[in-house]
């Protein structure tokens, strides 16, 4: 059983920048893709940001690509979301998520479905 808890989120000036982090507790931490997503009110959780089991690759929606950047410490059983130029459409509860089905070393993953546990997220407020 994995456990992951998330951090960081906060309120924040439009064009500021803040840093998610997600700590993984319970399993092999290098074995899982990860992946951050997030909800905003009255809206369906939507795909941010993926990356593979080794870190070499990542994956970005395009409404986030240029600004964030999603990062691992598998030593660590860390994940990174580096946000960049917040705007107020980028206010939601941000969720990191795992695949304990793994998948090849440089695969990642932007669908809901693929992820098997998920943190309790974290709030992030973008002021205009």
């Known amino acids: 059983q994995v456990q992951l808890v998330e951090s960081g989120g906060g309120l924040v000036q439009a064009g500021g920048s803040l840093r998610l982090s997600c700590a993984a507790s319970?399993?092999?931490?290098?074995?899982?893709?990860m992946g951050w997503f997030r909800q905003a009110p009255g809206k369906e959780r939507e795909f941010v940001a993926g990356?593979?089991?080794?870190?070499?690759?990542?994956a970005y929606a395009d409404s986030v690509k240029g600004r964030f950047t999603i990062s691992r410490d598998n030593a660590k059983s860390m994940l990174y979301l580096q946000m960049n130029s917040l705007k107020p459409e980028d206010t939601a509860v941000y969720y990191c998520a795992a695949r304990s089905g793994g998948g090849g070393i440089n695969a990642y993953y932007t669908g809901i479905t693929a992820y098997d546990y998920w943190g309790q997220g974290t709030q992030v407020t973008v002021s205009s």
């Open positions: 990356i593979s089991r080794s870190g070499s690759y990542t």
């Open positions: 319970g399993g092999t931490f290098s074995r899982y893709p």
